[in-house]
């Protein structure tokens, strides 16, 4: 999820050169989802398939009955406007949705330090007030974008098996 322009298509590019990309072969992708938005993840041993899905191509996606074990929510650090959006998708999920899956709020783009507009600080309170992790990357230089996507699987993991 996240205003368009923020870098939802550059991080999923990346998790495709991602060190933790495993060597699973494409199976019974259902028609639903386009397989090349699906990444192969090799962790601790285990081997996971992630499909990410754009809101903007799934904005019913609750209607169209598709399972989801995780939200990843997209800002621009140099973006005000984006990150009010983020802030209000956060709401929707947690307040409106009730929905207690793992929720990951991501402030991208964090190379254009000059123009950053939201400190970290914020968006950690703000994460925190909502249940959510937060992680800044930058897609741009593939700056904790492996972070990213160990994040997100190690999270879904946690809420199948919690330990
Ligand atoms: P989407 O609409 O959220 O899918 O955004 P895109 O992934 O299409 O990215 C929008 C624009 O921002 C493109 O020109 C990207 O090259 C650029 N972009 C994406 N991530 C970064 C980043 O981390 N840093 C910088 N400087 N530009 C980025």
């Known amino acids: 999820m996240g205003a368009p322009g923020v870098g939802k298509t550059a991080l999923t590019r990346q998790f495709m050169t991602s060190e933790y990309k495993g060597t699973y072969a494409e199976a019974n992708t259902p028609d639903i989802l386009e397989p090349e938005r699906n990444v192969h993840?090799?962790?601790?041993?285990?081997?996971?398939?992630?499909?990410?899905?754009?809101?903007?191509?799934?904005?019913?996606?609750?209607?169209?009955?598709?399972?989801?074990?995780?939200?990843?929510?997209v800002f621009a650090v140099s973006n005000t406007a984006s990150y009010n959006q983020a802030v209000?998708?956060?709401?929707t999920l947690r307040e409106e949705h009730r929905i207690n899956k793992a929720v990951i709020l991501v402030g991208n783009k964090i190379d254009l330090a000059r123009q950053?507009?939201?400190?970290?600080?914020?968006?950690?309170?703000?994460?925190?007030?909502?249940?959510?992790?937060?992680?800044?990357t930058s897609a741009a230089l593939n700056h904790h974008v492996d972070e990213l996507l160990v994040g997100i699987l190690s999270q879904i993991r946690q809420q199948i098996a919690p330990s």
Do not use: M, N, W
């Open 41 to 73: 993840v090799l962790l601790d041993g285990e081997e996971s398939t992630l499909h990410f899905l754009d809101e903007e191509q799934h904005p019913d996606f609750e209607a169209e009955d598709i399972p989801i074990d995780a939200y990843v929510v």
């Open 88 to 91: 209000k998708s956060l709401r």
């Open 116 to 136: 950053r507009r939201i400190a970290k600080h914020d968006a950690l309170r703000i994460a925190k007030k909502f249940d959510c992790r937060y992680i800044e």
